[in-house]
């Protein structure tokens, strides 16, 4: 099976090559790396925005890489049900775009946080959680200073009631709790889907829990699901 997959990189990524290793992996075949310059994108089945500080992340996190030409083409893209995976400050960007709902404002403690955190599935009905149980705690890592959720409470029922939420943070038991919590997110949501569920944003970093020699392969099972899914 093929995954014909595109990482879109921008000045200030800094794990776009980490997914290009967790994606040639799982598939056997290298996405095509799309500088954020280019106006177009390659035919492919799955888009990745990677983690990282685009553009320094001056003004917001986010915000300019939003701007980038090839943003238009993700956005159109992803409109009519190409998948998007958004990691990270790719998250940021996809909210910026308005891909998804909310913002990531700054981490409660106001400090850059870089540790493995918990996560609860809360959704197997797409086909990037597909390869997991609803329910599981898996872990993966984080490492943002602009991390912390927030959207209106209508939004937020509106992702409850969609049942949208993918990820929560969570303990060991799974049980959810301001402890639990990183970064101080709304309803301790870590990752997002859209209406659809063709377009994810999560803040942890499963390409950097893809190879056991590395820690562990609780994010490689989502790749690993994504071929499964879209090839």
Not at 5 to 17: E, K, L, M, W, Y
Request: charged fraction near 20%; include cysteine.
């Amino acid at each position: 099976m093929t995954l014909k997959a595109a990482v879109i990189v921008f000045p200030g990524s800094n794990c776009d090559r980490d997914v290009k290793v967790a994606l040639e992996a799982s598939s056997g075949t290298a996405p095509a790396m799309v500088w954020h310059g280019d106006g177009t994108l390659p035919d492919c089945d799955l888009i990745v925005l990677p983690g990282g500080f685009s553009y320094g992340d001056y003004l917001r996190s986010g915000a300019m890489a939003s701007t980038s030409p090839v943003m238009r083409a993700v956005v159109a893209a992803a409109k009519r049900g190409t998948r998007l995976l958004a990691i990270c400050n790719g998250f940021q960007i996809a909210t910026e775009a308005g891909l998804l709902p909310g913002v990531l404002m700054p981490n409660a403690s106001l400090k850059f946080v870089c540790k493995d955190v918990l996560l609860r599935v809360e959704s197997n009905d797409s086909p990037f959680t597909g390869n997991y149980t609803t329910g599981d705690v898996v872990r993966m890592p984080i490492a943002h200073r602009d991390g912390n959720y927030f959207a209106a409470d209508s939004e937020l029922d509106a992702l409850e009631d969609n049942n949208l939420v993918a990820f929560r943070y969570c303990d060991g038991d799974g049980a959810l709790s301001p402890d639990a919590n990183p970064n101080g997110s709304a309803r301790n949501i870590a990752g997002i889907f859209n209406q659809g569920r063709t377009v994810l944003g999560m803040m942890p970093h499963p390409e950097r829990l893809a190879d056991a020699r590395l820690g562990g392969e609780h994010g490689k099972a989502m790749f690993d699901g994504l071929l499964a899914a879209l090839a």
